[in-house]
Nanobody, 125 residues
Framework: QVQLVESGGGLVQAGGSLRLSCTAS????????MGWFRQAPGKEREFVAS????????DYGDSVKGRFTISRDNAQNTVFLQMNSLTPEDTAVYYCARRRGGTSLSHSATDFSSWGQGTQVTVSS
């Protein structure tokens, strides 16, 4: 069972930036599509971004397009989420996830079978 460990969350003022990292255990990281999701209190889990196994394709949720960038370093078993121009609406627990089989992008949380423990991002106004 793969283990995913997120880091990089914290408190930032509106307009600021944060970079999240997610490091995976094992030797198969480079074979899988990876994704980032977030969940704010009282809200459904929301798709943020996903990236194919080789980084060749990416996709973003509408609310973060143009502000967030997903990338990966397969040699380091790590996927990143660069978050710029943050607003209080971005406050949530951010989770990284590994897609269940397949190599295509996905917006659906049900397509991801392995999840990290989450990292809190809080944006103050």
């Amino acid at each position: 069972q793969v283990q995913l460990v997120e880091s990089g969350g914290g408190l930032v003022q509106a307009g600021g930036s944060l970079r999240l990292s997610c490091t995976a255990s094992g030797r198969t990281f480079g074979l899988y599509t990876m994704g980032w999701f977030r969940q704010a209190p009282g809200k459904e889990r929301e798709f943020v971004a996903s990236i194919t196994w080789n980084g060749g394709s990416t996709d973003y949720g509408d609310s973060v397009k143009g502000r967030f960038t997903i990338s990966r370093d397969n040699a380091q078993n790590t996927v990143f989420l660069q978050m710029n121009s943050l607003t209080p609406e971005d406050t949530a627990v951010y989770y990284c996830a590994r897609r269940r089989g397949g190599t295509s992008l996905s917006h659906s949380a049900t397509d991801f079978s392995s999840w990290g423990q989450g990292t809190q991002v809080t944006v103050s106004s």
